[in-house]
């Protein structure tokens, strides 16, 4: 999969080497619904003869528009987000970086300096999907402002227990701290990367930015530290700071590369004397 960065700097000069259907969103997490709406682009694509494209944005529309910005609790890291959509066949993954200026551009502006350029043929979207200057656009219009050289598709929202899923859903169901449910939503664990620190007896995790760290508690993980997958257990504490509980993973003092699959959290909390054997008596949570 190609990843092309839109900076703006470049936009006059927006050529794209091959037409294609083009799925658009933000995608955070890409979750059952997303990968819906990447696989029906897919599909489509194939039937037209032509390329599968993602086009997305980065930061989140919401940290940029408004006074102060909102900030916002990313499920994954950009380069994570394309491991995924080259996994789903994605041929071509355009990022567009979302800037103020970016924001004001009316519905029509975007279809005509963006989508036609690119080659779009094709869109395809979810029901709530919207773009342009305050969020006016949507697919419907689309045709039309392209002069009707870009058709499109409406994915039916995929539904768990009666209601969308989302994003937000699941950012919720993380700050619960309720990892078990995930898979339902994302199709697999929530899977986080980042370093182990290892000291005299206390082995701290730091995720990667671009991850989001689950409520205070004990929870079931897998980790790999590049020798495949084996289970254990981390305590979160309230200052979302992440300690491994165990097995040893490690006789030396070290820093090194893992990622974490969260499986769910434990119903009790750890005893104060697990706390104690593991250095942890301060770490509040
Ligand atoms: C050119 C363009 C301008 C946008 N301007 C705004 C805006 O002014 N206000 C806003 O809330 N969102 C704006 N958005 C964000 C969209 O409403 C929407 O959140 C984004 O396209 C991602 O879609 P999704 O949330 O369905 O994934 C804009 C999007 C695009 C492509
Ligand atoms: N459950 C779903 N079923 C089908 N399509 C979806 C679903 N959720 C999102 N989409 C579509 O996927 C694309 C990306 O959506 P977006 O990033 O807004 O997802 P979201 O999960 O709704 O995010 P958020 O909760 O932050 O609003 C859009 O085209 C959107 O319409």
Known sequence: MKIIIIDHKNDQHLV????????????????LGHQKVIQTTKKLAEKMGLKTAVISFFPHPKEIIG?????????????????????????????IRFTPEFA??????????????????????GYDFSYGRKGKGNLAMMEEDSGCSIT?????????????????????????????ELPDYLGEFYETKGKMICTDGK?????????MIPSKGCYDVAIDRGKGWCNGRVLVTEQKKIYWLGPPI?????????????????????SKEEKQGKNLVSAKG
């Not at 499109?152 to 078990?180: Q, Y």
């Not at 893992?258 to 750890?270: D, G, L, M, P, Y």
């Open 152 to 180: 499109v598709t409406k994915v039916e929202h995929v539904k768990r227990n009666d209601e969308k899923i989302s994003s937000t859903l699941i950012r919720n169901k993380i700050r619960l701290g309720l990892m078990e």
């Open 104 to 125: 004001r551009l009316e519905p029509k502006e975007f279809v005509q300096k963006y989508l036609i350029p690119l080659q779009i043929k094709h869109a395809v979207a």
């Open 67 to 95: 006074k102060t910005g909102e900030r916002v609790h990313y499920l994954l890291p950009p380069a994570e987000k394309a491991k995924k959509f080259s996994r789903l066949g994605v041929d071509y993954f355009y990022l």
């Open 16 to 31: 794209a080497s091959c037409p294609a259907v083009a799925a658009l969103g933000f995608f955070d997490g890409v979750h």
């Open 203 to 211: 082995d701290e995790l730091l995720l990667d930015r671009y991850y």
């Open 250 to 270: 490690s006789s030396v003092s070290g820093i090194f590369r893992v990622k974490v699959k969260w499986i769910s959290r434990e119903a009790n909390s750890i």
